[in-house]
């Protein structure tokens, strides 16, 4: 782990390396041009980066509903490092500080900007979301209040994975989950296993989680479930689980279905996973007990609070890595997702050791 003091001045290389994606299933390393910097923003020395989902749904695929790859787009928006330039309107005193990228850029100035949901802004420039590139790259550039300063007892991986901390944070605010809640998650992936320890975290009582497989329910129980469900040997729907909120991760049809009927009274849906782009929901359970069916979107305003969860212990992220990759093998962390027992995969652009070789 790097200290943030004592930090020998850097020269910044005009080139650097990065895994660049040409067409699906097709990931080079090239040297391309280091990223300008603009007067607000600094320059990161990317350390580690979690593999997302959508990564891998562009790797394969080439796109995300309305979103397409149609020219070369660096990957990856889950990421830690150390700032080692700023520019002109940034206090030099930033240089050298260990930081956890929020991998966006909002307009400022629209109505959702100026209604503190930025999240939703119509100009947001997000990393790895074309033609927007992302941090398999040695350096990536980032306006200054949204590189947050970690503290040194958290590691470049935990502070990479507090994005999609970011996204359980959010979808807790969302579900409203307070002391005492219970709460049901459909999937045990990232998402679910971040979702359960936030909930946890919140002060959830019942921690209900459904999964397919049950090398992935075990190992809700390591975090934060109360009770594991295998979908095909108990109904959801029917089970009496009486909730309070629940969460989907999985974005299978069948478990939002039976998730949102496990709603009691005036509870909460937020639909978090990515799959069936439309759905048949229940809409009579919905009207007649008033429940609340919602999606989320990103995150406004979040990292403070996942710093905070995972620096006070809370929330635990760094045994979710089950694969460390250097940029030439990309590639071989985007398809780890083929393996169930994999979690979290994390790329090193300046390699594992943080030495730069790989
Ligand atoms: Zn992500
Ligand atoms: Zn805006």
Not at 94 to 112: D, F, L, S, T
Not at 148 to 177: Q, Y
Not at 265 to 289: C, D, F, K, R, Y
């Amino acid at each position: 782990m790097t200290q943030t003091d004592a930090v020998a001045p850097t020269t910044i290389p005009e080139r650097m390396r990065a895994s660049v994606l040409t067409a699906p299933l097709t990931l080079n390393v090239e040297h391309v041009p280091t990223p300008p910097m603009a007067t607000d923003e600094v320059l990161v020395e990317v350390a580690a980066v979690g593999v997302c989902g959508s990564d891998t749904h562009y790797y394969r695929h080439g796109r995300i509903g309305d979103f397409v790859v149609e020219s070369p787009l660096i990957l990856g928006h889950e990421l830690s490092g150390r700032i080692v330039a700023v520019g002109e309107e940034v206090p030099e005193t930033r240089i050298g500080e260990r930081v956890a990228v929020e991998p966006q850029k909002n307009c400022r100035r629209c109505r959702e900007c100026r209604a503190g949901r930025y999240n939703l802004c119509p100009n947001m420039e997000f990393y790895a979301t074309p033609p927007i590139d992302g941090a398999f790259a040695q350096y990536c550039v980032i306006r200054t209040e949204f590189a947050h300063r970690v503290p040194d007892s958290m590691s470049n991986e935990a502070a990479a994975l507090l994005e999609p901390l970011s996204v359980a944070v959010t979808t807790m605010r969302k579900a409203g989950v307070t002391p005492g809640s219970s709460i049901l998650i459909a999937g045990a992936g990232p998402i679910g296993i971040i979702s359960a320890q936030t909930a946890r975290a919140f002060g959830a009582a019942e921690i209900i989680v459904t999964d397919l497989v049950s090398e992935r329910r075990e190992r809700a129980l390591r975090y934060g479930a109360t009770r594991v469900i295998d979908p095909r040997e108990i109904d959801v729907a029917t089970a009496g689980l009486d909730v309070n909120a629940f969460v989907d991760a999985s974005g299978a049809p069948q478990a939002v279905m039976a998730g949102i009927k496990a709603v009691r009274p005036a509870g909460t849906a937020v639909l978090v996973g990515l799959g069936s782009s439309e759905m048949t929901l229940p809409v009579e359970h919905i009207q007649n007990l008033e429940i609340t069916v919602t999606g989320i979107f990103r995150y406004t305003d979040t990292w403070p609070a996942a710093i905070h969860l995972v620096a006070s212990g809370a929330v635990e992220l760094d045994s979710l890595v089950t694969g460390k990759f250097v940029l030439e093998h990309a590639d071989e962390a985007l398809e780890s997702d083929k393996d169930p027992s994999s979690l979290k995969s994390v790329v090193y652009p300046n390699g594992i050791d943080g030495d730069g070789k790989s």
